[in-house]
């Protein structure tokens, strides 16, 4: 009788041991708006950046490129794993030139024309800001993700996190018009749904940037027409 005891209550333990390694996954939606100014409609939520910050599953390393095209860099936003790369063919008839001097991010890839591609690996989270020395308004958005707990929301503003394991969390929305908003956040089993999260960019302003020497741009680049 004794030994069915301790039987069964092996059983038990090793039952709730995989249970907890297995908890199931939950799923975090909600939707994102952006307040403007004079009430105008905003025009690109999507490229927002939607995580969650403090979970511990490792992310896998992606490869993404961002094209150089029209004086752009294209997509604007990229969200990638740390350790990712990221990819910068020139598809214009010109040079450019791709440089950061973000904080975890310092490079200057140098200046290259149509059909040359360079490329720069992440090595830390953070957002890096992506310039070029020789057009002033080109500017593309690396966010760098340690977790991959993370999305891009729907043009209407709409996201959908699938795969979270429950736990605690900090939310974090970012848009390059707005300040980051970030709200603490419990994940139960059966997730969270219907959040609502607001972004202000009533006071955003386009401010120019340092060329890569810390310098202003010359000004017959920063008058240049886009
Ligand atoms: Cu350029």
């Known amino acids: 009788m ?3 005891v301790v039987i069964a209550g092996a059983w038990w333990v090793a039952l709730a041991q995989a249970g907890a390694a297995q908890a199931p996954l939950a799923r975090v939606s909600g939707r994102i708006t952006i307040l403007e100014k004079r009430n105008k409609p905003s025009r690109d939520l999507g490229s927002a950046v939607v995580y969650l910050d403090g979970g511990a599953a ?3 390393v992606t490869a993404v490129e961002i094209v150089i095209a029209d004086k752009e860099f ?3 936003v990229v969200v990638v794993p740390v350790g990712s ?18 904080e975890g991010a310092h490079f200057d890839l140098g200046q290259y024309g149509r059909g040359e591609a360079r490329a ?10 992506v310039f070029c ?5 080109m500017v593309a958005f690396v966010q760098v993700m340690p977790t991959r707990q993370y999305t891009q929301p729907g043009a209407d503003g709409s996201f959908t996190l699938e795969d979270v394991p429950p736990g605690r969390y900090t939310l974090r929305v970012w848009h390059e018009r707005s ?4 709200r603490e956040l419990v994940v139960g089993p059966a997730g969270v749904s219907d959040l609502e999260v607001e972004l202000d960019a009533r ?12 310098d202003d741009y010359p000004t017959d680049a920063a008058r240049e027409r886009y």
């Open 179 to 182: 300040a980051e908003v970030a």
């Open 120 to 129: 720069w690996t992440f090595t830390t989270r953070g957002l890096v800001r």
């Open 74 to 76: 294209v997509p604007r």
């Open 203 to 214: 006071g955003f302003r386009w401010l120019p940037h340092k060329n890569k020497y810390g």
């Open 2 to 4: 004794r030994w069915t």
């Open 58 to 60: 490792p992310a896998r």
């Open 85 to 102: 790369t990221v990819r910068f063919p020139n598809h214009d008839p010109f040079d450019h030139n791709v440089f950061s001097v973000s």
């Open 133 to 137: 020395n020789v057009h002033p308004r």
